[in-house]
């Protein structure tokens, strides 16, 4: 699976946007890209992947760039409970091995009011 | 919503004993996963489970460490003989597909 750069930490004033970034610069083509983030030692929680187009959910946007080698995470409206590390993962869909994510360090998001 | 359930929330044990933490995954999930996070450190990938066998799992996951699917609903790690640097937060998943895995809240073991 391709390695991920993110920041090591970001401030976002609550009930702005929160954009966080990623890098994947060596992202093969059948990889996609996945966000999950850790609430303060609570189970890592889904937020949404892609492959090349942007995606939306109820919790964010992923916006990924034409060449796939970066991508953004949009929190549109953050709130002080999106305080959390906020981890990129990159990994191929369907492989004959386990399937593991690989976590690296992450973002860590501090909103504040 | 469903979700993933895992117990105990806090197991505390003497270095050498045995512990099994359970898990119950969500109904119709296929794919089965056990994830540890030492204190302060990174979360770490333990052992994937799907159709009734291993199909992978880290170098962390040695002979001590085993998994087993006992029913059609839980999903246990037993840890045969515990050590100190057992100690930290094992967090189940599951996942229907090869897709978005949905994880527990995590059984905090600490080992004395």
């Known amino acids: 699976d391709a390695k991920t750069t993110q920041p090591p930490s970001m401030d976002c004033a609550e009930g702005r946007a929160a954009n966080l970034p990623c890098n994947h610069s060596t992202i093969s083509g059948n990889e996609y890209v996945y966000w999950y983030r850790q609430i303060h030692s609570q189970g890592p929680q889904y937020i949404i992947h892609?492959?090349?187009n942007n995606e939306t959910n109820e919790m964010a946007s992923l916006i990924i760039t034409e060449d796939r080698k970066s991508s953004t995470l949009i929190l549109p409206h953050a709130t002080l409970r999106d305080t959390a590390v906020y981890y990129c993962i990159v990994r191929v869909a369907f492989n004959n091995a386990g399937n593991m994510l690989t976590f690296g360090g992450g973002t860590r998001l501090m909103v504040k009011p | 919503e469903p979700e993933v359930t895992q117990t105990p929330s806090h197991q505390v044990t003497q270095m050498g004993q045995e512990v099994i933490l359970r898990c119950v995954p969500i109904s119709n999930h296929l794919y089965f996963y056990w994830y540890r996070q030492i204190l302060g450190q990174k979360v770490e990938f333990l052992v994937s489970f799907y159709n009734n066998e291993i199909s992978e799992k880290s170098e962390i996951f040695d002979d001590q460490f085993s998994v087993e699917r006992p029913d059609g609903s839980n999903f246990t790690l037993k840890i045969r003989s515990t050590k100190l640097e057992d100690s930290a937060m094992y967090f189940c998943?599951?996942?229907?597909?090869?897709?978005?895995?949905?994880f527990g809240p995590g059984t905090r073991l600490t080992v004395l």
């Open positions: 892609g492959l090349k």
């Open positions: 998943a599951s996942s229907e597909g090869q897709g978005a895995k949905f």
